[in-house]
């Protein structure tokens, strides 16, 4: 009985850990918790097929639960922060909050984008890359996300939000189209 305790101790503050890191009041680059837990999984690669131009694009589409969203090269989901700024050139999430985040960066400041309808562009970091923007919104991965296509940071926090092609955060699921194929239309 005592090694259950354990394990549940353990993971209980592994967890808190992790929220502590994206939510510790009004430390810079940290939000503040209470949203939903985060959810999500999608099977999704590039649009349009495993296609030369998607794979070699820094940023693409993929279909997923939450409809069409911005996946980096690797199709791992693109997420946007609400602490950051739009169009201020800079990155509300720094130490060790990116590490949970890391920023989605190009060699250049013109990346390669495909099916993405939003505005791009970049903002310098010091290393010499560029965190791309989208609608002046820095992008970011999530580490937990271990295969493309998963969302599982979406909602995390009640601050990090999968992002749509035109560039706007993604905060509920699409709603399910109507089925012609013999409902009575009183939508249940």
Do not use: R
């Not at 209980?12 to 510790?24: D, E, H, R, T, Y």
């Not at 998607?54 to 589409?61: E, K, Q, R």
């Not at 919104?137 to 493309?148: N, R, S």
């Amino acid at each position: 009985m005592s090694v259950q305790v354990w394990k549940f101790a353990t993971a209980a503050s592994l967890g808190a850990l992790l929220l502590a890191g994206c939510s510790g009041g009004s430390t810079p680059g940290y939000g503040q918790g209470g949203g939903p837990t985060p959810t999500g999984v999608v099977s999704a690669s590039p649009s349009g097929g495993a296609s030369d131009a998607a794979a070699a694009a820094a940023l693409a589409t993929a279909g997923s639960p939450l409809g069409t969203i911005v996946v980096n090269g690797q199709g791992m989901s693109a997420y946007v922060f609400d602490h950051d700024t739009a169009g201020s050139g800079t990155s509300a999430c720094t130490g060790p909050c990116l590490s949970l985040w890391p920023a989605i960066t190009a060699a250049t400041g013109t990346p390669a984008v495909s099916g993405v309808t939003g505005k791009i562009a970049t903002n310098a970091l010091p290393d010499g890359k560029f965190q791309l923007t989208l609608n002046g919104l820095p992008l970011y991965t999530y580490t937990p996300d271990t295969k493309p296509g998963d969302t599982t940071g979406e909602g995390f926090g009640g601050i990090w939000w999968v992002v749509g092609a035109d560039g706007h955060k993604i905060t509920s699921a699409p709603s399910p189209t109507p089925s012609s194929s013999g409902s009575s239309g009183s939508g249940y």
